[in-house]
């Protein structure tokens, strides 16, 4: 249950108004780059670092029906490797992890192997240096199996129209949680309906 209300009149004392507007579960962040292409020369362009406030949302979906296992909401500044525990399905009989490198550190690493599951997780471009080509491989194809994580946020993203304009984590998270369950219901239906064509 989120606390922002009561933070909120602690902050804004007096003005009761102010206190109910503001969010005090987001925080902001700094989305830097994506896709470009480099220069001629090799060289790379100047990324570009967006600022972004509000919320995340951290889904895991098994590979064979697309659906959503566990999801996490937290606000958009925290780290995404913490997040990795949260959202693994311990019913799941998977043994594989595919994830983006944001879940790569070593601690998810030795959680990881010490629970008996592969890590698939996308590996980091060496800091200074360019990706070396087996690596590069590697991550292209994972990159085919991970595509399902971006069916998920497309589909909810254009088809649903979602857009999380609420104030307050516990708001985004109820907000979330009936989108990803929407979503399942598309895949069930899906399956039902390849089951009963053959």
């Not at 889904?59 to 990795?84: E, H, M, P, Y």
């Not at 949680?177 to 399942?184: D, G």
């Amino acid at each position: 249950m989120s606390l922002a209300p009561s933070l909120a009149q602690q902050i804004w004392r007096g003005k009761p108004n102010k206190a109910h507007q503001e969010d005090v579960d987001a925080r902001w962040t700094i989305k830097i780059g994506g896709k470009f292409c480099y220069r001629p020369d090799g060289t790379p362009p100047p990324q570009i670092a967006t600022p972004v406030f509000g919320y995340k949302s951290h889904i895991s979906v098994d590979q064979r029906f697309g659906l959503i296992r566990k999801a996490a909401v937290t606000s958009a500044a925290d780290s995404d490797g913490r997040q990795l525990r949260r959202v693994m399905d311990n019913a799941n009989i998977a043994g594989d992890v595919w994830a983006d490198s944001a879940y790569r550190s070593s601690k998810n690493e030795a959680w990881l192997k010490a629970n008996m599951l592969k890590s698939r997780i996308h590996r980091r471009k060496p800091k200074g240096r360019p990706m070396p080509e087996h690596m590069s491989r590697a991550n292209a194809a994972k990159s085919a199996i991970r595509a399902h994580i971006k069916h998920v946020f497309a589909h909810q993203k254009n088809r649903y129209g979602l857009f999380i304009h609420t104030i307050g984590i516990a708001r985004a998270q109820a907000k979330l949680t009936l989108a990803n369950l929407a979503y399942n219901f598309v895949r069930l239906i899906f399956h039902q309906r390849c089951a009963t064509m053959g």
